[in-house]
């Protein structure tokens, strides 16, 4: 079983990838797969410095990422630039891990789903979902601004659209207890589909 799992920023995402993990199933993250290999490719690294100058680059020839960051939540045309340079980068890399096990459940945990129109390619899409204001509590936590937080919330497709067309959602609003078992009944649901 292939399913996906996507949601806004901030709503709980690898917290509940997390407690797939601990119910067995085979979890992979895009957004990490993003950073530990796409962006570190040196045709990737090459492109970017060639739209963007040097000044992306950092001096151990990786990209900056924090000023890669500046310059896609600053313009949404740079940011769909990206955005395609990546994808079908990080999708080609999750679906061939998946193609040598195909007999196991998959969790791909991927945030811009919706936006990069891969719903589709799934048996099952769970989106994580919470209010907003818990949503911008976590991400000032984690040190982004307010400013940073409202940028990175408007740059992702409306929290509302991803529940209405998800299979699943689970809400994040409450203890991480209360997310784990709402992951843990549905891997139950799951477990008896098979």
Known sequence: MLIALTGGIGC??????????????????????????????????????????????????ELDRAKVAEVVFAAEGERRWLEQLVHPRVEALWRAEVAVA????????MPLLFEAGLEKGFDFVITVGASKGVQVARLIARGLSQAQVEQRIASQMPLDYKLKFAHAALWNDGT???????????????????
Do not use: C, M, Y
Not at 15 to 34: C, L, P
Not at 176 to 194: D, E, M, N, W
């Open 12 to 61: 709980g995402k690898s917290s509940a990838a997390r407690f797939f993990e601990a119910q067995r199933f085979a979890v992979r993250n895009a957004d990490r797969i993003v950073r530990e290999t796409v962006l570190r490719a040196h045709d990737v690294i090459a492109a970017a410095g060639e739209r963007w100058g040097r000044s992306v680059i950092g001096a151990d020839g």
């Open 102 to 109: 195909p007999d196991k459940d998959w969790v791909i945990e």
């Open 176 to 194: 991480p207890a209360f997310l784990g078992a709402q992951v843990a009944l549905l891997a139950a649901g799951f477990r008896a589909l098979r």
